[in-house]
């Protein structure tokens, strides 16, 4: 029975990941076919670069603006949903992400649960297909696959603090194995160091949408810094043996040759940044017309109705973030080429970074009006719940991603999702240094970064804070914010819109109620 069940979970399998039904499968499995049988022609016949491919499209889901985005930066400082009128309220689900109200029914604490594990299953079942298959890259595959794990794992790590694991091939029919703490950090960290010599040596930009070794030392330093907050979460550490392995990595990038830090920081996320950029060292694709997650999000959340792309007038950042940046400093916006000439932008007008104050057609510089006609000019401030005739105007919004006006941009864009780049490398190694002692070091790491995007250095003594402020203005809304202010202490802290300090247990999500169902091996975080 159990032998049947293991090889009609790997058909199930191969044809939903195959994509190919089960008339092919039908041809060389029947049912008296054996369970190693059925392993062998499914490892025979399963084509592993379809099969990674898939995997990589399943980090999609870190474009779309409900999933892994929502609660790694609306639960910050840094992104907020406020509730208009009768627009984004969605019983509340946005409100209570940024107030740290959630609970464990709350559908994207769900969603992001599941769809992180879906990632996870999927990477594991094509390791399943590793050992007997006979195709020439499978070692590199089986990195691929490690390492596309290891991310997805990590990130579920982070948020709900433990993580269900199988190893490929075990029993479908037994719940998995769940990695917490300092257990499932200690893993992650021993696999990706595992997996390197097999994954391609990275050329740059050309090979930033696959897994280099370039990128999994990026993942690998993101485990060491972060290694600390699973052992304690309210109060790391960071050993010193840590820290120095985080410069070495990071200094192996840096000297590398193989990137620069773009002489405009906007390149990084343009339309065409898979040509330009000079620092991205880890994307996920987007092909506008032919594949690609949800990234038009990125501007579509954030867009007034009336503005060219039309948005959702929805997510909004915080004055204390805005005023966090020198005026020189490009971070904060520029005037970034549309790519069109019926869009030449005449008046020179900000549209990347912070949009604040009026705003104007890129097309021939008239003030745009909201529905009411009344000026849209977005406001310094804003509230959680918005009523009264200004509600589509508060709030800064945000740019991170330039608008990408291509004809196939409302179904997928071509701005190639950024999860790791060169900044980075610096700023952890920054972070690193600053940990073991060498604040002065420290600080002429951050002060390379500064001068190129245009600021100031810093002077006198390095803080904590600075290096946590220097990362907000590197990386606002790319995903980190939430980790960043776990490591650094300030997470639950009273803020803008919250003004009390949270309740610990929200340093983690709550594990839905529909998993600890299904899986006895889970058990429900502390105060949920």
Known sequence: M???????SLIAVAAALLGSGCTKLEEGLNSTTTQEQAETFLAATADLNVLIQGAYDGLQGLQTQDLVTSLMENSTDESLVPTRGGDWDDNGVWRVIHTHNWNADHQQVQSVFNNLLGLVFNTTNILTFIPKSTAANKNQIEAEAKFIR??????????YGQVPFRQPGENLLNPPTVLKGTEAINFLITEVKSIKANLPASTGRATAPRATKDAADMLLMKLLLQKGTYANRQAPTFAAADMAEVIT????????????????????????????????IF???????????NLRSAWYKTNHYNMNKS????????????????????????????GLASLPNPGNRVNTGFLIGQQYDLSNDAALKDRNGAPLAFTSTVAVQ???????????RVYRYPIDYGPANDGQADNDYVIYRLADAYLMKAEAQFRSGNASGAQATINI??????????????????????????????GWRRM???????????????????????????????????NPNLTQNPGY
């Open 283 to 293: 994307t996920n694709q987007n092909i506008g017309g032919a594949r690609g997650g």
């Open 386 to 396: 918005e009523s009264g005739t200004n509600l589509e105007v508060t709030g800064i």
């Open 150 to 159: 290891a991310f997805a794992m990590f990130t579920v790590l982070d948020l």
């Open 2 to 8: 159990k032998n049947n069940f293991q090889k009609l």
């Open 249 to 280: 990595l990071a200094d192996g990038i840096i000297n590398s040759g193989r990137y620069t830090l773009s002489t405009n920081v906007w390149d990084n996320y343009a339309p065409n940044n898979g040509d330009i950029s000079t620092e991205n």
């Open 311 to 338: 948005g959702w007038n929805g997510f909004s950042t915080l004055a204390d973030v805005y005023n966090k940046f020198e005026a020189g400093d490009q971070r904060r916006g520029v005037a970034y080429p549309t």
């Open 484 to 518: 960043d202010q776990i490591r650094f202490g300030t997470f639950l802290a009273a803020r803008t819109l919250k003004p009390a300090a949270s309740d610990p247990k929200y340093l983690y999500f709550p594990i839905p109620n529909a998993a600890l169902a299904v």
């Open 449 to 478: 970064v500064r001068a190129r995007r245009g600021a100031s250095n810093l002077t006198g003594t390095l803080t904590a804070s600075q290096i946590l402020d220097e990362r907000q203005r590197e990386f606002y809304w790319d």
